[in-house]
């Protein structure tokens, strides 16, 4: 399994700039040195680069499954189309809402969703539709920014170290591995830390040794 530590644009913050799937690591701009490589050895992934509404920051507004990425409305139509493009097998699809911090609020993978709960139904059913999965409304740790606070592969879920007893029962219901953690050295936001699949992890590199095991255990990564 793959286990490595990295930066991207000299800012540790990595998943704010990148989703990935089982295939495909999507990332935001064009990374310089051996970011690519790290993430390819790593995720066994290939790379796709590109801008959203001219940002970098992929890994705050999109969402990725194996089914479907889903882009918000305020991405452009010239970068819409060349995501087309680039990833025929890919259902591409442009969601309308107030939390267009798509990645942010939504938790996803292969099979199932956590989403924030000020989703409406309407919202929620439009979601479940798009990436062919059921979705869950909950908070974790408090945070309804569900994405950007935890980690989900198809392998196990790594959750905020401020998950309450009730929310972590509700996940161990959900799935089969659940761990805690922290990541870049005490940041409750290991979203936005990392980029995980079921392959490996690629962790900020002020992420510690002691996080970076808590987030292996819980992705079934040893």
Same mark, same amino acid.
């Given at each position: 399994?793959?286990?490595?530590?990295?930066? !991207?644009?000299?800012?540790?913050?990595?998943?704010?700039?990148? +989703?990935?799937?089982?295939?495909?690591?999507?990332?935001?701009?064009?990374?310089?040195?051996?970011?690519?490589?790290?993430?390819?050895?790593?995720?066994?992934?290939?790379?796709?680069?590109?801008?959203?509404?001219?940002?970098?920051?992929?890994?705050?507004?999109?969402?990725?499954?194996?089914?479907?990425?889903?882009?918000?409305?305020?991405?452009?139509?010239?970068?819409?189309?060349?995501?087309?493009?680039?990833?025929?097998?890919?259902?591409?699809?442009?969601?309308?809402?107030?939390?267009?911090?798509?990645?942010?609020?939504?938790?996803?993978?292969?099979?199932?969703?956590?989403?924030?709960?000020?989703?409406?139904?309407?919202?929620?059913?439009?979601?479940?539709?798009?990436?062919?999965?059921?979705?869950?409304?909950?908070?974790?740790?408090?945070?309804?920014?569900?994405?950007?606070?935890?980690?989900?592969?198809?392998?196990?879920?790594?959750?905020?170290?401020? +998950?309450?007893?009730?929310?972590?029962?509700?996940?161990?219901? !959900?799935?089969?591995?659940?761990?805690?953690?922290?990541?870049?050295?005490?940041?409750?936001?290991?979203?936005?830390?990392?980029?995980?699949?079921?392959?490996?992890?690629?962790?900020?590199?002020?992420?510690?040794?002691?996080? !970076?095991?808590?987030?292996?255990?819980?992705?079934?990564?040893?």
């Amino acid at each position: 399994m793959g286990i490595a530590k990295m930066s !991207l644009y000299g800012n540790d913050f990595i998943g704010a700039f990148s +989703v990935t799937n089982e295939e495909l690591t999507i990332i935001g701009g064009s990374p310089q040195g051996s970011g690519e490589t790290i993430i390819k050895e790593n995720l066994k992934t290939r790379i796709v680069e590109t801008l959203l509404n001219g940002s970098d920051l992929i890994g705050i507004y999109s969402v990725l499954n194996s089914r479907a990425l889903i882009l918000p409305e305020m991405a452009y139509k010239s970068e819409v189309d060349r995501l087309k493009n680039e990833l025929p097998g890919i259902e591409i699809s442009v969601f309308s809402s107030n939390l267009n911090a798509l990645r942010n609020n939504i938790l996803a993978n292969d099979k199932l969703a956590i989403i924030n709960p000020r989703y409406t139904t309407e919202e929620t059913k439009l979601i479940e539709e798009l990436l062919g999965v059921e979705a869950v409304k909950m908070s974790i740790g408090g945070y309804e920014t569900v994405g950007a606070n935890n980690i989900l592969t198809n392998k196990g879920i790594v959750i905020n170290n401020r +998950v309450s007893e009730d929310e972590e029962s509700s996940l161990k219901d !959900l799935f089969k591995n659940v761990s805690q953690s922290t990541g870049n050295m005490g940041s409750l936001s290991i979203g936005l830390c990392t980029i995980a699949n079921s392959n490996g992890i690629v962790a900020g590199n002020a992420t510690t040794g002691y996080e !970076l095991a808590n987030m292996t255990d819980g992705l079934l990564l040893e």
